[in-house]
Nanobody
């Protein structure tokens, strides 16, 4: 199947930027749509962004659209989440998840249950 590992999370000041990486191993990563989710300590896991197998189609949570950008490089088996203009409310553990897809232009959806394989998460902390 596929295994994914997130990296890049760290402490950053409000207004700063980070780029998270999701590195995959196993079956070809191009067979999977990929999503990013995040979870604060006292909150439910929430959808952040998703990208199709081809990388041509993306979708974002309304609360962060325009600040975050999801992209992928299938030759490197990696998906990225570029995070700009970070706010304290962006703090949380960020998870990468992969979903098997037949079609190259299909998104993974916004529900965690739609995804088959999950990483361990990477901590992002945004200070005021």
């Amino acid at each position: 199947q596929v295994q994914v590992v997130e990296s890049g999370g760290q402490l950053v000041q409000a207004g700063g930027s980070l780029r998270l990486s999701c590195a995959a191993s196993g079956r070809s990563f191009s067979r999977y749509a990929v999503g990013w989710f995040r979870q604060a300590p006292g909150k439910e896991r929430e959808f952040v962004a998703t990208i199709s197998r081809s990388g041509e189609i993306t979708d974002y949570a309304d609360f962060l659209k325009g600040r975050f950008t999801i992209s992928r490089d299938n030759d490197k088996n990696t998906v990225f989440l570029q995070m700009n203009s970070l706010k304290p409310e962006d703090t949380g553990v960020y998870y990468c998840a992969a979903r098997t897809e037949i079609f190259t232009r299909t998104l993974g959806g916004t529900a965690p249950a739609n995804y088959d394989y999950w990483g361990q998460g990477t901590q992002v902390t945004v200070s005021s």
